[in-house]
């Protein structure tokens, strides 16, 4: 008998594991959930899965894209439900002052260039790990996380991205997942994040001037081909221009802020900078 019950709660624990994972939340309106593989429908959004998760749990947040949704808070977001558990890891969006597990966005159509930022919410110091499930997201997109705190930069379709709190409880300001439409159909096979690829391109501002030094041996191939676009924080696309080794220098009004991105072949960097 006592084996039995015993084979009883051997069978029942991975169940109860589950259950203290992150909160289980679904749209009313569009039936998209946070967890994984509830979707009723897996043909009309784009749609981002954001995963965190440390040596004990995880948690999910919902990103996703449609026509009809609206950029502010409709009634295809749902409120963030926090965990009481401390060993959870978690992670949202928000809109304002409110935080979202699962958040709509209109449609990338008309869109080259997309940034959200990520909330987290530690309450232990283990390292977690941040990834992306993008099953159901266009091709079309790069999707890659910045770590502001750390200025590290992940492609998500390649790799996932792991980090030690440095704060215990939420932080709104660290993160920012970056989604940019490709210039060519080719999947990058890395970002241009690594130390030793980061110190070979520098991208800084001086008198009202975008300055993005490339050294040269990254375009020594003649197969590689280099792109250098600016956007505003906003999405919209300021200016575009090939690469070359060397120096290159594009003019912009000052006191803006602008997110560069540095396409060498199928590898990419993106680098924020202030121009004064």
Known sequence: MKKFYAMVL????PILMESVN???QENKLT???NSSGSLKSTTIYDLIRVKIENPYLFDQAVIYFYEGFADGRGPEDSDKMFNSSEKIPEVFTRIGNENFAINGFSSLEEKNYVAIPLSVRNRVSDDCTISADLSDFTEEFDVVLEDKELERYSNLRTTSYS???TTIGIEHERFVLHLTRKT???VPTGILDEESDAANIRVFSKNETLNVDISSHLLNNPAIS???EVYHLNGRKVTSRMANAGLNQIELAGGHIY???VALGSQMTM???AVR
Do not use: D, E, M, W
């Open 184 to 186: 060519t159909a080719r």
């Open 22 to 24: 992150g909160q289980n």
């Open 10 to 13: 051997l069978a029942a624990f």
């Open 259 to 261: 997110i560069v991105s």
């Open 226 to 228: 280099g792109q250098i």
């Open 271 to 273: 680098k924020k900078v």
């Open 31 to 33: 039936g998209v959930s």
């Open 163 to 165: 980090y030690t709190p």
